[in-house]
């Protein structure tokens, strides 16, 4: 595949998915339509958006190569934890929606239970972890096809233009204009999936044995614990997506939540398994690399062209639902619901820029990755403590800082000095997991937050301040 024809594709799905994601905008009338599609969506509409929501380029990247060292239970781990989070939203998302019906983002309901510090800074949080994600996906569509079986492209030119097409789907349309491009993309991800998995099992000779001559399908200590680590960092982090939150209010009903979300789970956690079990075939055959781009390679151009395709509708997928949640958050938490429509499609345009400069400079993408999974994994706790009346708006800050400086602590004495603090909290050892951080992170935070809140009544609504308004009631 020459690079004019890779673009080329890249130019045509996109402005595919610009076509699809424009057309929404007759049924974005209002704020509230603009950032909740409130009441609109049905369980299969929903499921799907989850799973192309939470779905990415980072699944031909990262657990193949989590595998590729970790083992088969590297994958395991992978698909366990990208699934968690939309379990746990199944579960907990309910009760959030029952307390605040007219909600917009996760930090609403940690406003109206916690007060305004804490939930600026899980705002902080959740921007600070979209941002990562958005990086790193402009990141990986760049390195897709900067390789030379995929168009050895300019990383730039697919960074930029996924940029520009879904920055102006998603200012104009507004979270409608993501759900109704996730339909086409996740059934596209679903069948380019699979054809690429049944054109590697063809083209390998002997997957199984490959996998077994690379001594990754013992199961062994290391193996578990990158399955506790995945596991606590995917959905940590991942409970701070707040596409995911906005869905939460999108469906009719708790009813339609919870099947959307048990489906989304199971092709989600499918999905990851198989992708990330090519890191174990490609380390047996000794290609470690890009284990899943290297098994593609001998594969005919018309294949890799389909994977070129697939590719563009991850990233796409992922990254306008992270551009819509961002937007939502800095509109109605940061800003205090003082940003209007106008001024929510401005800023889903400038929280981009920065991510296109960074992505350019082609940074790890698994470091990044975990970067922000370390620090969701040091707050998610205290937040959802909050589901019962135990702990206090200024405990549960408390904790969630306390994580973070025990990581930090841990990497001191572990490694001696700052230096070994600092880079145990910005994780410089990727791709190695460190079970330690990822559980001291969680723990320390919950014994911070219940002790802090010893004696102190909780904040309710009465002290958390007004709760968002909508334009809307809840179907």
Same mark, same amino acid.
Request: charged share 10%; glycine share 12%.
């Given at each position: 595949?020459?690079?004019?024809?890779?673009?080329?594709?890249l130019?045509?799905?996109?402005?595919?998915?610009?076509?699809?994601?424009?057309?929404?905008?007759?049924r974005?009338?209002?704020? *509230?339509?603009?950032?909740?599609?409130?009441a609109?969506?049905g369980?299969g509409?929903?499921?799907?958006?989850? #799973?192309?929501?939470?779905?990415?380029?980072?699944?031909?990247?990262?657990?193949?190569?989590v595998?590729?060292?970790?083992?088969?239970?590297?994958?395991?781990? !992978?698909?366990?934890?990208?699934?968690?989070?939309?379990? +746990?939203?199944?579960?907990?998302?309910? !009760?959030?929606?029952?307390?605040l019906?007219t909600?917009?983002?996760?930090? *609403?309901?940690?406003?109206?239970? !916690?007060?305004?510090?804490?939930?600026?800074y899980?705002?902080?949080?959740?921007?600070?972890?979209? @941002?990562?994600?958005?990086?790193?996906?402009l990141?990986?569509?760049?390195d897709v096809?900067?390789l030379?079986?995929? =168009?050895?492209?300019?990383p730039?030119?697919?960074i930029? =233009?996924?940029?520009?097409? &879904?920055?102006? !789907?998603?200012?104009?349309? /507004?979270?409608?204009?993501?759900?109704?491009?996730?339909?086409?993309? /996740?059934?596209?991800?679903?069948?380019?999936?699979?054809?690429?998995?049944?054109?590697?099992l063809?083209?390998? *000779?002997?997957?199984?044995?490959?996998?077994? *001559?690379?001594?990754?399908?013992r199961i062994?200590?290391?193996?578990?614990?990158?399955?506790l680590?995945?596991?606590?960092?995917?959905?940590?982090?991942?409970?701070?997506?707040?596409? #995911?939150?906005?869905?939460?209010?999108?469906?009719?009903?708790e009813?339609?939540?919870?099947?959307a979300?048990?489906?989304?789970?199971?092709?989600?956690?499918?999905?990851?398994?198989?992708?990330?079990?090519?890191?174990?075939?490609?380390?047996?055959?000794?290609?470690?690399?890009?284990?899943? @781009? $290297?098994?593609?390679t001998?594969?005919?151009?018309?294949?890799r062209?389909?994977?070129?395709?697939?590719?563009?509708?991850?990233?796409?997928?992922s990254?306008?639902s992270?551009?819509?949640g961002?937007?939502?958050?800095?509109?109605?938490?940061?800003s205090?619901?003082?940003?209007?429509?106008?001024?929510?499609?401005?800023? &889903?345009v400038?929280?981009?820029?920065?991510a296109?400069?960074?992505?350019?400079? /082609? #940074?790890?993408?698994?470091?990044?990755?975990?970067?922000?999974?370390?620090? +969701?994994? +040091?707050?998610?706790?205290?937040?959802?403590?909050?589901?019962?009346?135990?702990?206090?708006?200024?405990? +549960?800050?408390?904790?969630?800082?306390?994580?973070?400086?025990?990581?930090?602590?841990?990497?001191?004495?572990?490694d001696?000095?700052?230096?070994?603090?600092?880079?145990?909290? &910005?994780?410089?050892?990727?791709?190695?997991l $460190?079970?330690?951080? @990822?559980?001291?992170?969680?723990?320390?935070?919950?014994?911070?937050?219940?002790?802090?809140?010893v004696?102190?009544?909780?904040?309710?609504?009465?002290?958390?301040?007004r709760?968002?308004?909508?334009t809307?009631?809840?179907?």
């Open positions: 595949m020459n690079t004019v024809t890779a673009i080329g594709v130019v045509a799905t996109l402005a595919l998915f610009g076509l699809v994601g424009a057309s929404s905008r007759m974005t009338t209002t704020r *509230d339509d603009f950032l909740t599609a409130r609109s969506q369980a509409p929903l499921a799907l958006s989850l #799973y192309a929501s939470g779905m990415g380029v980072w699944i031909l990247f990262t657990p193949p190569i595998a590729a060292y970790g083992g088969v239970l590297g994958a395991v781990g !992978y698909a366990l934890g990208a699934a968690g989070p939309l379990v +746990a939203i199944g579960i907990l998302g309910p !009760y959030v929606r029952r307390r019906p909600g917009i983002t996760l930090t *609403d309901w940690v406003r109206l239970r !916690y007060g305004r510090p804490f939930q600026l899980v705002a902080v949080v959740s921007v600070f972890y979209m @941002f990562m994600f958005v990086t790193a996906e990141t990986a569509i760049g096809l900067a030379p079986a995929f =168009g050895g492209a300019e730039w030119v697919a930029v =233009g996924t940029a520009v097409v &879904t920055v102006a !789907y998603t200012a104009y349309g /507004g979270l409608p204009a993501s759900l109704r491009t996730d339909r086409w993309q /996740g059934w596209l991800m679903l069948g380019l999936l699979a054809l690429a998995l049944a054109a590697l063809f083209h390998v *000779d002997g997957p199984g044995q490959a996998a077994l *001559d690379g001594g990754l399908t062994d200590r290391g193996g578990l614990e990158s399955v680590v995945l596991l606590i960092a995917l959905t940590a982090a991942n409970l701070f997506h707040q596409a #995911y939150w906005q869905r939460l209010w999108a469906a009719t009903d009813a339609t939540l919870r099947r979300t048990t489906v989304a789970a199971g092709l989600t956690a499918v999905t990851v398994l198989a992708v990330g079990l090519t890191g174990v075939v490609a380390a047996g055959l000794g290609d470690v690399s890009v284990p899943f @781009f $290297d098994l593609l001998g594969l005919p151009g018309a294949i062209l389909l994977i070129v395709v697939l590719a563009v509708a991850l990233v796409a997928s990254v306008d992270l551009e819509n961002m937007a939502a958050l800095v509109a109605q938490d940061v205090d619901q003082r940003l209007g429509t106008t001024a929510v499609r401005l800023v &889903t400038v929280l981009v820029a920065p296109v400069l960074i992505a350019v400079q /082609g #940074y790890d993408i698994l470091r990044l990755f975990l970067i922000a999974d370390l620090v +969701a994994a +040091a707050t998610v706790v205290p937040v959802f403590l909050g589901l019962g009346s135990r702990v206090t708006g200024t405990g +549960a800050l408390a904790g969630s800082v306390a994580g973070l400086v025990a990581v930090f602590t841990l990497g001191v004495v572990s001696g000095g700052l230096e070994g603090g600092w880079a145990m909290l &910005t994780v410089a050892a990727s791709p190695t $460190d079970l330690g951080a @990822f559980v001291w992170a969680p723990v320390v935070s919950t014994v911070v937050a219940l002790a802090a809140s004696g102190t009544r909780s904040h309710q609504a009465s002290r958390g301040g709760p968002p308004t909508a809307v009631s809840p179907g």
